[in-house]
C-alpha cells in the first residue's frame, strides 16, 4: 500500500531565504507525483506535476525534483516571501486517471 | 487548466439532515471523479471513485449508504451525506482527470460541511 510522509511537518522561516521541503513514497512504481498548495480554509491550488519519466519541474520560485528509485521528491522554493506561507501537499498516483494519495503536508510560515 | 467547480461552498445542516453536494466539470469531461475529506489539521483523504454511468466505488471505512454518490452525466457527480451528524463535519472536495485516464488531477474548491 502506497503511503506519503512529508518532512517537516510544520516549517518558519525569515523572508528570502531558500527553502526545501521533502516529500518520501513507498512504492516507487508511481505515475506521476503533483506538488500543491493550500491556503487556510481553502481547496488546492496544483504548483508541479513531475511525471514518472521526468527528474524535475520548474515554475517560476518553485523546483520540483523526483528521485522514483529512492521514493523521494523535494520541492525548492527559491527567495521565500510572506506570501508563499501556505500548507504544501505532495501526492502520487500509481496509474493514469486514479485517486491521489497525499501526504500530511509541510505549513510553512514565512515572516517579513 | 481545466475548471471544477463544486456547490455548496459552505453548508450548515442540522443532525439528521442530508446534504447533497455538487462537483462539476465546467470545460472538459470525467468519465471519473474522486471524493475526498479532509478532517481539521489532517490531509485529504480518499472517500470513494465516482464512475459515470455505473456504481460508485468506495475505500474501506467509508459507508456508502450513508455517502451516496451518483454519476449521472460526463460533467456532475453528487455526493449526498445523509443522515448528518457532527461527527461529519468536514472539508469535501472533489477531483477529476480530464477525458478517461487523464494525467493531471484538477480540484474543485472544496465544500466546508458543518453538522450542528
Known amino acids: 500500500k502506497q503511503e506519503v510522509t512529508q518532512i517537516p511537518a510544520a516549517l518558519s522561516v525569515p523572508e528570502g531565504e531558500n527553502l526545501v521541503l521533502n516529500c518520501s513514497f513507498t512504492d516507487s512504481a508511481i505515475y506521476n507525483l503533483q506538488w500543491f498548495r493550500q491556503d487556510p480554509g481553502k481547496g488546492l491550488t496544483s504548483l508541479l506535476l513531475i511525471q514518472s519519466s521526468q527528474r524535475e519541474q520548474t515554475s517560476g520560485r518553485l523546483n520540483a525534483s523526483l528521485d522514483k528509485s529512492s521514493g523521494r521528491s523535494t520541492l525548492y522554493i527559491a527567495a521565500s516571501q510572506p506570501g508563499d506561507s501556505a500548507t504544501y501537499l505532495c501526492?502520487?498516483?500509481?496509474?493514469?486517471?486514479?485517486?491521489?494519495?497525499f501526504g500530511k503536508g509541510t505549513t510553512l510560515s514565512v515572516s517579513s | 487548466g481545466a475548471v471544477v467547480s463544486q456547490h455548496p461552498s459552505w453548508v450548515i445542516c442540522k443532525s439528521g439532515t442530508s446534504v447533497k453536494i455538487e462537483c462539476r466539470s465546467l470545460?472538459?469531461?470525467?468519465?471519473?471523479m474522486f471524493w475526498y475529506r479532509q478532517f481539521p489539521k489532517q490531509s485529504l483523504m480518499l472517500m470513494a471513485t465516482s464512475n459515470e454511468g455505473s456504481k460508485a466505488t468506495y475505500e474501506q471505512g467509508v459507508e456508502k449508504d450513508k455517502f451516496l454518490i451518483n454519476h449521472a452525466s460526463l460533467t456532475l457527480s453528487t455526493l449526498t451525506v445523509t443522515s448528518a451528524h457532527p461527527e461529519d463535519s468536514s472539508f469535501y472536495i472533489c477531483?477529476?482527470?480530464?477525458?478517461?485516464?487523464?494525467?493531471?488531477?484538477?480540484f474543485g474548491p472544496g465544500t466546508r460541511l458543518t453538522v450542528t
Open positions: 470545460d472538459f469531461q470525467a468519465t471519473t
Open positions: 501526492a502520487v498516483t500509481n496509474q493514469a486517471g486514479t485517486a491521489l494519495i
Open positions: 477531483s477529476a482527470p480530464p477525458g478517461a485516464g487523464g494525467n493531471e488531477q484538477y
